[in-house]
């Protein structure tokens, strides 16, 4: 059975940092593109940041410069950095692997396992 458990949200203020974490068990995870995605209320869930099994990354947009990932392939972890935070960055941010491939995906539908979602609010 795989699980996909996200930690380390919380409230913070604008300008500050945090760093979400997604434990993985049950799956192979060296072998996973892992991805953040983000959903604020009333919006579609939408594509954060990304990680291949080989280590290449793609960042939105929305947060180049501010955020980054990391993977520890002997911990099962994925790490989302987050710094300059801004109150549009608030929503619930979700850990996500899709199946070993060349490209990261930067749509919701083709990843196969979810976390359950961790709360980020910003204040400003």
């Known amino acids: 059975q795989v699980q996909l458990v996200e930690s380390g949200g919380g409230l913070v203020q604008a300008g500050g940092s945090l760093r979400l974490s997604c434990a993985a068990s049950?799956?192979?995870?060296?072998?996973?593109?892992m991805a953040w995605f983000r959903q604020a209320p009333g919006k579609e869930r939408d594509f954060v940041i990304g990680?291949?099994?080989?280590?290449?990354?793609l960042v939105a947009d929305s947060v180049k410069g501010r955020f980054t990932i990391s993977r520890d392939n002997a911990k099962n972890t994925v790490f989302l950095h987050m710094n300059s935070l801004k109150p549009e960055d608030t929503a619930v941010y979700y850990c996500?692997?899709?199946?070993?491939?060349?490209?990261?995906?930067?749509?919701?539908?083709?990843?196969?396992?979810w976390g359950q979602g961790t709360q980020v609010t910003v204040s400003s």
């Open positions: 049950g799956l192979t995870f060296s072998n996973y593109n």
């Open positions: 990680i291949t099994w080989r280590g290449g990354t």
């Open positions: 996500a692997a899709d199946r070993p491939g060349p490209a990261l995906q930067i749509v919701a539908g083709p990843y196969d396992y």
